[in-house]
């Protein structure tokens, strides 16, 4: 197997979501947050209306056109039931409540001070195309089955640990990006996002080398990649030869490609991690006869604190706060 890219080896050895390109209103790549935001280089403001309630959120349904009101205690739940599997550790969940609640805080904050018409007076959708995922109770039994009476209420009872707090720098709560398992190391933002953030930088998260599925890789033929970066990028042109079609990549030190030559143009790594459906923009491409095989390491951008090692650090006995200030550096817990 001929290796046409390689990506270096990861520091200390990864959404589930998409994430922002640019910290800015718009599409984000995986599952493992933050869908949407608002711009990074400075805290969202006080809003310049008042919240229809201190305690509820409003929630676009994209089904139905619907604006729901929602207590900010249920949309935690749903939210945490939605992004972390009800399996990881008590703090490990209260840390994924606090970084729910920042994001749908700061949400808010936004919407009020610059409303996006599209939600219709809403704070935020049910889109998880765009924003945080949330599950209703109904949605939650269906998930957790036969374990609804084991698995919600210990959600429940991490979130009722932290409701009252959010995390916040400058004291404007914080983009509290998160992802499913970093490479070892966490991503600055900067890097991936292209723009800073004082609280998003790189830290170690070694735990998450022995996660499940910490590697993974796809194989896909040299017709189905082309119809692929030819569908993300319809005005890229390809050599002839497919082994002539990736060029050299610039990386982070943890392993990210920032920029790869593809054809005739420098591609971003997250352009191609969602071009063809990879867990991570860590990742390496071989051609061998007439197939590309992908290999990943983590999964999603990377940037922010990491829900598996989250877990990992809780099962060693650290605090939810512990995790917070390892993986939101720089930040406080404040009372809402």
């Not at 676009?60 to 739940?77: M, N």
């Not at 004082?198 to 796809?218: G, K, N, Q, T």
């Amino acid at each position: 197997m001929r290796i046409l890219t390689t990506v270096s080896a990861f520091a200390a050895c990864f959404t589930l979501l998409p994430a922002a390109v640019l910290l800015t209103r718009g599409n984000v790549p995986a599952k493992s947050m933050l869908r949407q935001e608002t711009s990074a280089a400075a805290p969202v403001t006080e809003p310049a209306r008042q919240a229809d309630s201190k305690d509820n959120y409003r929630v676009l349904d994209i089904t139905t056109g619907t604006v729901l009101e929602i207590s900010a205690r249920d949309y935690v739940i749903g939210a945490v039931c939605a992004e972390m599997p009800a399996t990881f550790e008590p703090e490990a969940l209260k840390a994924q409540a606090v970084a729910a609640h920042t994001y749908a805080e700061r949400q808010r904050r936004s919407e009020a001070h610059s409303p996006t018409a599209e939600l219709c007076g809403a704070d935020f959708s049910n889109d998880t195309r765009h924003y945080q995922g949330y599950y209703t109770q109904e949605q939650i039994k269906n998930c957790y089955g036969d374990s609804f009476d084991v698995y919600y209420p210990k959600v429940e009872a991490a979130v009722d640990a932290v409701l009252g707090e959010i995390l916040c720098y400058h004291d404007a709560p914080i983009i509290a990006a998160f992802h499913s398992l970093s490479t070892g190391v966490t991503e600055d933002a900067a890097q991936v996002w292209g723009s800073a953030v004082p609280y998003l930088v790189s830290v170690d998260s070694p735990a998450d080398c022995d996660a499940p599925r910490y590697r993974e890789e796809i194989t896909l033929t040299a017709e189905a990649v082309r119809e692929k970066l030819l569908t993300a990028v319809p005005e890229l042109k390809l050599p002839e030869k497919p082994e002539e079609w990736f060029g050299a990549a610039e990386q982070t030190k943890s392993g990210t490609v920032c920029t790869m030559q593809v054809g005739d143009q420098s591609l971003g790594g997250q352009t191609l991690r969602a071009a063809f459906g990879l867990r991570s923009a860590a990742f390496t491409v071989s051609l061998e006869e007439d197939s590309f095989t992908f290999v990943t390491r983590g999964y999603g951008h990377c940037v922010g604190m990491s829900q598996y090692g989250a877990n990992a650090m809780a099962a060693e006995g650290s605090s939810y706060a512990e995790i917070l200030a390892h993986y939101y550096p720089g930040t406080t817990l404040t009372a809402i």
